[in-house]
């Protein structure tokens, strides 16, 4: 006796077990999250321009051209 599968396909086509495909939704979860961080922050490109500033103020014929 035969029984069809339905198994979960990667994104290559190969063939996923259940446990591959609960472990790549944590994956993806957890990628979402982590980007979701990293995009539009702001306050650290502020920061980093206050510490430019200073490096300009304190030392300007090293840092003029930052």
Same mark, same amino acid.
């Given at each position: 006796m035969s029984t069809q599968g339905k198994a979960a396909r990667s994104a290559t086509g190969a063939?996923?077990?259940k446990y591959d495909v609960e472990v790549e939704a944590r994956l993806? =979860?957890?990628? !979402?999250k982590a980007h979701a961080k990293c995009d539009g922050g702001g306050g650290d490109d502020a920061r980093v321009e206050q510490l430019i500033?200073?490096?300009?103020r304190e030392f300007? =014929?090293?840092f !003029?051209?930052?």
């Open positions: 063939a996923m077990s993806k =979860a957890l990628e !979402a500033a200073a490096l300009k300007p =014929a090293k !003029a051209d930052l």
